[in-house]
């Protein structure tokens, strides 16, 4: 029931390397994470979506815990 990533994590779920999307946040062609805990991205489920689309990558399915 998690909701919120850590860059890492949201990498993982795409299936890319961190440094991908650090690198489009970075040049601004991806929008920055809404939060920051620590000085650490956390991003919620829309933002990775987003992240996704960019990629061009296919979630397999929202967590059960994400809001709709």
Not at 33 to 60: C, P, Y
Request: net charge positive; aromatic share 8%; glycine share 8%.
């Amino acid at each position: 029931m998690k909701t919120h990533y850590l860059l890492g994590e949201a990498a993982c779920l795409l299936k890319i390397k961190p440094y991908r999307i650090a690198y489009g946040i970075s040049v601004g062609i991806i929008p920055d994470a809404k939060m920051r805990i620590s000085n650490k991205r956390v991003f919620t489920w829309d933002e990775i979506e987003t992240l996704a689309q960019h990629f061009g990558v296919e979630l397999k399915k929202k967590p059960a815990g994400a809001k709709p």
